[in-house]
């Protein structure tokens, strides 16, 4: 019955090599989350629409799929479908000299991502093996691996029909979340063919156990139990999965329902795969920490060449980069006086008054910020007023807001479009403020939640009604600032303080752009530890990540390989966070005494270190301006010779000064492209530096000699220098 129906919604001779050949690549993206994570927003704009670093969001999925020879897109619109095909029509993607055909399919029925594909398997336009992404995606990893991967399997056994990808990301031990805000997922996979046999994504960490099915332990000799993948929501999939859409009604939420779903359907036989990508860069943005987390990436340049400061497939730009990080358009206006930290962007004509301090934000196009006014870790949109004096920590300000003289917003607000705030008033910690009134239903399945406006509404109090009370009220970890001049407007308009639903309070920090508060790490760490019920040795008792063998006795101990599986892109970001303090003036030594600190805590070694080190100083080349390879490479040589000694301090021995090298492949591979064609420039300037050793330098050619061929890109271009150094070398045991 399956195949029947995959017949009809994907061409009934997708199997036939000839025609494979001549089936473009396609996609299907999703434009709707199908949830209200991002909400009271998303009541007035799409979550793709929604801009990122300045950019809305469906450009960089877009871009990606261009990148990656996808050559038609099928984009899913459900909710204001029609601001997205307004935007796709008026975009590049649909100009005649676009690279990638970009269709619209609309629907007012489907309100899970299993209706939306089933209207696109009615619709019969994929016609072979395609790719399944929601537009809040961003990415820059090569796809030909795991498409090449996906396409041999399905030669072999028709019933591997999708492979995820996934990389490694290790949750937080306190919340049990990712980075992204999203919580742990718990995978087990073959250690050899990598097919996925256990998903889990609600699971309860107070339980500390994971139950499994006896048939998996039974058929299973041995696979590998994780919590430290993430799930990056890209999905290669064939025309089948459409069809099994089709067969059951009850998928609705793609991992939930489908995944988990055949996972254990012992009758059907279909099976699913995984592809882990290790040095590039994949992210959903699922909730508002990952929004302010993805944010952070793209301008530390992690996700490049989807960065401010690059001219990318369907995007422009007018952005510069200084040397401090911050980007800044070519007519902005600021003040002498004014000040402009690290990691933050100003967008085009927007101006900045005297003695304002601005860091870890993104300003908008045509912003106004006036004197004194203090903006840390915000994201301010398009066409923002912000009056004299005001202190914004953390929050998200969209289009069309006016925050009057005074105003501070506490860590977590959201204002949603043209809120405006009155003189002197203090919004507070994680509150939600919009034009709108807050809808009544909230579905008690987060992924049916469809966005509705018109289906009745709460009453909700206007801003200048709950200020005092909330404030008299709200125990929070943040301080709350007495308000004065309550009697003044606070919102233009029809303006509501959305308020949560029960038990919504206590969590809104999970899914906040603020930090999240000492007192609530503490708290839940209290949890942790003195739960009388459990002991310690309970707690450990199962490895962070690990193999797993039917007959096997775990114990504390049983870790895969004795090391911590830190998240190293997490710990590289630390690193170069704090040696970008050293760009401002810090001693260091001073530097030094921090990146200790950091190596103890997240158990790194001075290897680690060392390679975190090197991309932090081969990045200040990159970012410098250059127009050549050989302007690059001097750049490069330049900042290598002015940090040589705080890298020389994480080289002890010969195999930290290997895991330079290996980092610098990785570097050329993946994160830096520009440098491949330097790399055995820049590896003879690090020996003529000192940095690396004759000795590192051979040890790291001997160890390629029975690699693939793959592996062997920078050893065979660095082939007359390695020949060099080992004629020197025997000339020197000939002296001896």
């Known amino acids: 019955m399956a195949q029947k129906r995959g017949q009809r919604g994907a061409s009934s001779s997708a199997d036939d090599p000839e025609v494979v050949a001549r089936v473009p690549l396609q996609a299907v993206l999703l434009a709707d989350s199908f949830n209200l994570k991002f909400r009271p927003i998303t009541l007035e704009r799409p979550k793709v629409l929604l801009p990122l670093v300045n950019v809305p969001m469906i450009e960089y999925t877009l871009a990606w799929l261009e990148s990656v020879g996808v050559e038609e897109v099928f984009v899913f619109c459900c909710a204001h479908s029609q601001q997205v095909k307004q935007y796709l029509n008026q975009s590049e993607w649909t100009k005649p000299a676009a690279r990638l055909s970009v269709t619209t399919i609309e629907s007012h029925d489907a309100i899970s991502a299993g209706d939306a594909l089933r209207v696109i398997y009615e619709k019969s336009v994929i016609r072979g093996d395609f790719v399944l992404i929601s537009g ?45 805000g999203t919580d742990e997922v718990i995978m087990a996979f073959d250690p050899e063919t990598k097919e996925l046999l256990f998903y889990e994504d609600k699971a309860d960490p107070s339980q500390r156990i994971i139950s499994l099915d006896k048939i998996l332990l039974a058929d299973s000799p041995a696979f590998y139990m994780h919590n430290d993948k993430q799930d990056c929501y890209i999905d290669i999939c064939s025309p089948e999965v459409l069809s099994l859409f089709m067969d059951n009604f009850d998928y609705q939420h793609l991992r939930r329902h489908f995944v988990k779903g055949l996972l254990v359907d012992d009758i059907m036989g279909y099976k699913i795969f995984t592809h882990e990508i290790h040095s590039s860069y994949a992210a959903r943005i699922d909730n508002f920490r990952s929004y302010g987390t993805v944010t952070k990436d793209i301008m530390q340049s992690w996700t490049y060449p ?160 709950m200020i005092s009370t909330r404030n008299a009220e709200l125990s929070s970890d943040y301080s709350v600032t007495e308000n004065s001049g309550l009697s003044e407007v606070g919102i233009s308009g029809v303006g509501y303080i959305w308020c949560s639903y029960e038990g919504g309070n206590d969590e809104e920090w999970r899914h906040s ?179 690396l050793s004759e000795d590192a330098i051979l040890s790291w050619a001997s160890e390629k000699e029975g690699a693939d061929e793959s592996d062997k890109i920078f050893v065979k271009q660095s082939e007359r220098f390695i020949t060099w150094l080992k004629e020197a070398s025997e000339e020197d045991d000939e002296d001896d």
């Open 513 to 691: 752009v603020a930090p999240i508060p000492a007192s609530k790490l503490s708290e839940l760490s209290h949890d942790d530890y003195e739960d009388p019920d459990v002991s310690y040795q309970e707690v450990n008792s199962i490895p962070v990540s690990g193999e797993l063998r039917p007959d096997s006795e775990i114990t504390g101990d049983d870790d895969a390989d004795g090391t911590d599986y830190g998240d190293s892109a997490d710990f590289d970001k630390e690193v170069e966070a704090t040696f970008q303090r050293a760009l401002t003036g810090v001693n260091q030594e001073n530097v030094i005494l921090e990146i200790n600190s950091l190596r103890l805590s997240c158990n790194k070694s001075h290897a680690d270190c060392a390679g975190a080190l090197f991309l932090s100083v081969i990045k200040l080349g990159l970012e410098a301006p250059h127009s050549s390879n050989g302007e690059l490479y001097q750049n490069t040589a330049k900042e290598i010779n002015r940090w040589k000694d705080i890298l020389k301090h994480y080289l002890k021995s010969v195999d930290e000064e290997i895991e330079i090298i290996l980092k610098f492949e990785e570097i050329c591979l993946d994160i830096a492209t520009e440098f491949s064609p330097l790399f055995s420039t820049i590896l003879s300037s690090l020996y003529e530096k000192d940095i």
């Open 306 to 465: 989807l960065v401010p400061n690059v001219r990318y497939f369907g995007c422009c730009s007018n952005m510069k980069l200084d040397r401090q990080g911050v980007f800044k358009a070519l007519d902005v206006v600021q003040s002498r006086s004014a000040q402009i930290g690290t990691v933050t962007l100003i967008g085009s004509g927007s101006t900045i008054g005297d003695h304002s301090v601005i860091s870890n934000s993104v300003i908008g196009q045509e912003c106004t910020i006036g004197r004194n006014v203090s903006v840390h870790g915000c994201y301010i949109w398009n066409n923002v007023i912000i009056e004299d004096d005001c202190k914004l920590n953390h929050a998200i300000v969209c289009d069309g807001v006016h925050l009057r003289t005074g105003v501070v917003l506490e860590p977590g607000v959201i204002l949603s479009f043209k809120v405006e705030v009155g003189q002197q008033i203090t919004i507070p910690a994680y509150s939600k403020v919009s034009l709108l009134p807050q809808p009544s239903i909230q579905d008690s399945d987060e992924e049916l939640e469809y966005a509705d406006a018109n289906s009745g509404v709460i009453e909700s109090p206007s801003i200048t009604s």
């Open 136 to 180: 809040d995606t961003v990415s820059n990893m090569s796809l030909a691996q795991a498409l090449h991967e996906h396409k041999e399997r399905r030669k072999k056994d028709p019933l591997a029909i999708m492979t995820m990808v996934i990389k490694h990301s290790k949750p937080s031990n306190v919340t049990h979340q990712t980075r992204l």
